[in-house]
């Protein structure tokens, strides 16, 4: 992740680290905050109105996480990105067919 620019549509192979869902402040709904990091850099997905994703989105899991990097106070993030988790016995071909798609 530490090649991540502005901008750019970039697929990162991450573990999620936390979770996190709140109110949105001036509008109805709900915003959920997946905090992801291939061990060296952090990077948020925020995702809005789909809470439902924090029970599948647990800390420990890993996958590959794809959208355009944005900066919001200071931190990239994806909005709203597209996301396959990874089992444990996953191969490297799992990898590679998601970021062709």
Known sequence: MAGLE????????????????????????TILEVRITDG???LTCTFFNQAWRERELLPGRRGLFAG????????LQLLNP???????????????????N
């Not at 901008?7 to 709904?29: D, F, I, P, W």
């Not at 355009?68 to 931190?75: D, H, I, L, S």
């Open 68 to 75: 355009k990097v944005n900066a919001f106070r200071g931190n």
């Open 6 to 29: 502005l901008g750019e549509h970039a697929t990162v192979l991450a573990q999620v680290e936390r979770a996190s869902k709140r109110t949105m402040r001036n509008r109805r709904g």
């Open 82 to 100: 597209e996301y396959q988790l990874l089992d444990e016995d996953s191969d490297e071909s799992t990898v590679e067919d998601f970021a062709k």
């Open 40 to 42: 060296h850099r952090p």
